[in-house]
């Protein structure tokens, strides 16, 4: 199955290349140990304080995972089908393609934590308090979830701009019938 980002040429130094990849990389290997860490740890008598810090540190950690390995993915396609232009030096062009990598993970942890924050809002407004549902089952419940926004946080965020702008029409329209 192609999709559009299958089309797309990226213009990058051999420089910013192997520095994408050994960033991946790194972050790939501290997310796996994090998150193997974490989940195996005993979680008998913990309170909920560290049980929302565990699941923070997991979900950011797996989102940025599942991140890495679908833009991994996308810059090696990109050079075995020469998509991928090497230039000399850093243009403009280069130095956006360059942003548009490093930023990717970053933005799937900052939507899964912002995924916890929802989860946990709903949580309080329904229960009133954390402590009868903040456990084991609700870090695997946000794991998941974090899952698949790393591994599609650019279609997240395309989606997200279209509702967005969706939306502040809708209420900028709704506010000029005055």
Same mark, same amino acid.
């Given at each position: 199955?192609?999709?559009? !980002?299958?089309?797309?040429?990226?213009?990058? &130094?051999?420089?910013?290349?192997? /520095?994408?990849?050994? #960033? +991946?990389?790194?972050?790939?290997? &501290?997310?796996?140990?994090?998150?193997?860490? *974490?989940?195996?740890?005993?979680?008998? %008598?913990?309170?909920? #304080?560290? &049980?929302?810090?565990?699941?923070?540190?997991? =979900?950011? $950690?797996?989102? !940025?995972?599942?991140?890495?390995?679908?833009?991994?993915?996308?810059?090696?396609?990109?050079?075995? +089908?020469?998509?991928?232009? *090497?230039?000399?030096?850093? %243009?403009?062009?280069?130095?956006?393609?360059?942003?548009? /990598?490093? $930023?990717?993970?970053?933005?799937?942890?900052?939507?899964?934590?912002?995924? *916890?924050?929802?989860?946990?809002?709903?949580?309080?407004?329904?229960?009133?308090?954390?402590?009868?549902?903040?456990?084991?089952?609700?870090? #695997?419940?946000?794991?998941? !979830? !974090? &899952?698949?926004?790393?591994?599609?946080?650019?279609?997240?965020?395309?989606? /997200?701009? =279209?509702? =967005?702008?969706?939306?502040?029409?809708?209420?900028?329209?709704? %506010?000029?019938? /005055?």
């Amino acid at each position: 199955m192609k999709n559009d !980002s299958d089309s797309i040429e990226y213009n990058l &130094t051999g420089k910013s290349v192997a /520095f994408i990849y050994v #960033y +991946y990389f790194l972050i790939l290997i &501290t997310s796996l140990g994090l998150s193997i860490y *974490i989940i195996c740890f005993n979680f008998k %008598n913990i309170d909920t #304080y560290s &049980t929302i810090v565990r699941t923070n540190i997991v =979900s950011l $950690s797996v989102s !940025s995972m599942l991140c890495c390995v679908e833009y991994i993915h996308k810059l090696y396609k990109a050079c075995i +089908y020469n998509r991928l232009k *090497i230039n000399d030096s850093m %243009n403009i062009k280069c130095w956006g393609n360059l942003i548009y /990598f490093i $930023s990717r993970p970053i933005f799937a942890a900052v939507f899964a934590f912002v995924m *916890i924050i929802v989860f946990l809002s709903g949580i309080y407004v329904v229960t009133g308090n954390y402590e009868t549902v903040i456990n084991e089952k609700f870090l #695997y419940v946000c794991v998941v !979830s !974090s &899952t698949f926004i790393g591994f599609s946080i650019g279609n997240i965020l395309d989606r /997200f701009r =279209s509702i =967005s702008k969706k939306k502040i029409d809708e209420f900028i329209d709704k %506010n000029n019938k /005055f």
